[in-house]
């Protein structure tokens, strides 16, 4: 199972917004609304953002919202903050097991 | 609270064992689907294993199929990794993750709560 592919490094300044895209293949991000988005910061554990595409776990701001269309999903983070600067991951449910994206550095200018 | 928290880590020789061991507390454990992950050093996220709540069925990455075992003690809340034949590539911090949603009754890769990770090193 390959790893999802997403953008090495995204960046924008506080306030705009930005969107990270997460690929796959009908096998994963194509058959299933099953798509998660964790972030995480340096030394810190991985924290779920989304899950099931596009839902918000309690606790986690509305600057977030998660979206897909055929095999690609995206994460996009509104009124971006400096606290957002961290790495992201998209995963994929893929038939029993897990597939997560190669990662995205968020850099907050 | 609700908590998971790794141990058993450290430095370990190619072609030697390793259990990893996660404590979970603060919630039901034996009604959670759980998994491994695990992070190498610089690198992405990785997923490694899934166990169902009772036990009833283990999925692994292709990667580890073969030489890691993932089990369950609902009884004491805990869950393992046995990691046999290790090599230079399995170095990495390894995380016990809860399955947050499910898809026909089965863990959907949704991981809601995550322990602190524990740093497994394969080197001579």
């Known amino acids: 199972q390959s790893a999802l592919t997403q953008p090495a490094s995204v960046s924008g300044s506080p306030g705009q917004s930005i969107t990270i895209s997460c690929t796959g293949t009908?096998?994963?991000?194509?058959?299933?609304?099953?798509v998660s988005w964790y972030q995480q910061h340096p030394g810190k554990a991985p924290k779920l953002m989304i899950y099931?595409?596009?839902k918000r776990p309690s606790g986690v701001s509305n600057r977030f919202s998660g979206s897909k269309s055929g095999n690609t999903a995206s994460l996009t983070i509104s009124g971006l903050q400096a606290e957002d600067e961290a790495d992201y991951y998209c995963?994929?449910?893929?038939?029993?097991?897990?597939?997560f994206g190669t990662g995205t550095k968020v850099t907050v200018l | 609270q609700v908590q998971l928290v790794e141990s058993g880590g450290g430095v370990v020789q190619p072609g030697r064992s390793l259990r990893l061991s996660c404590a979970a507390s603060?919630?039901?454990?034996?009604?959670?689907?759980m998994h491994w992950v695990r992070q190498a050093p610089g690198k992405g996220l990785e997923w490694v294993a899934v166990?169902?709540?009772?036990?009833?069925?283990?999925y692994y990455a292709d990667s580890v199929k073969g030489r890691f075992t993932i089990s369950r003690d609902n009884s004491k809340n805990t869950l393992y990794l046995q990691m046999n034949s290790l090599r230079a590539e399995d170095t990495a911090v390894y995380y016990c993750?809860?399955?947050?949603?499910?898809?026909?009754?089965?863990?959907?890769?949704?991981?809601?709560?995550w322990g602190q990770g524990t740093m497994v090193t394969v080197s001579s």
């Open positions: 166990i169902w709540y009772d036990g009833s069925n283990k």
């Open positions: 995963c994929s449910y893929a038939g029993s097991r897990g597939v």
């Open positions: 603060g919630f039901t454990f034996s009604s959670y689907g």
């Open positions: 009908s096998s994963d991000v194509g058959s299933y609304n099953l």
């Open positions: 099931e595409v596009s």
């Open positions: 993750a809860r399955e947050g949603n499910y898809y026909d009754s089965r863990p959907a890769a949704a991981f809601d709560i």
